[in-house]
């Protein structure tokens, strides 16, 4: 098949479209938190809600991330291959994110939904949410730095 065949191209679209729309969508999610706080009640809940609804969705686009990646490797012709740098640690990279995701920030955002008990844990969680936020959104510009430059081609 190979990296100019129109197949490939229908692929890599995909898998490119899978980033922008699953990170895209929640790459900002701390702007949404940090809008909705200022809000204050009873905005902040709705605010909240509809960021965690639409980042439930983008979760699953996330999840097709790797599938179009591994069948753009697949479909190389041993151009990419699972030995180079940048593929195996993009991955390594992506699992760790995704488990950040359900680590983190999945947990505590539903805890955040579910009311705080009291400032002191909102506090807390907004902590937790903050720096796994950052995490994330560095580990998607490395990620991201991996697939332009290819270290290891």
């Avoid at 191209?9 to 701390?30: A, D, E, F, R, Y």
């Avoid at 709705?46 to 609804?53: I, K, L, P, T």
């Amino acid at each position: 098949m190979g990296t100019a065949s129109g197949a490939f191209k229908v692929v890599l679209l995909l898998h490119v479209l899978s980033v922008v729309v699953g990170i895209g969508t929640v790459m900002l999610n701390g702007v949404y938190a940090a809008k909705a706080k200022k809000m204050g009640a009873p905005a902040v809940g709705s605010v909240m809600q509809a960021n965690f609804d639409v980042s439930s969705v983008a979760e699953k686009v996330i999840y097709t991330i790797p599938i179009f990646g591994l069948a753009l490797i697949g479909m190389s012709d041993k151009v990419y291959d699972f030995g180079q740098t940048w593929v195996w640690l993009s991955l390594v990279l992506y699992l760790a994110a995704i488990g950040i995701s359900h680590g983190v920030m999945i947990p505590n955002g539903k805890k955040m939904l579910a009311g705080p008990s009291g400032p002191d844990q909102a506090a807390a969680l907004e902590q937790k949410l903050a720096a796994g936020g950052m995490t994330l959104n560095l580990l998607v510009v490395v990620i991201i730095a991996l697939m332009i430059w290819k270290p290891g081609l």
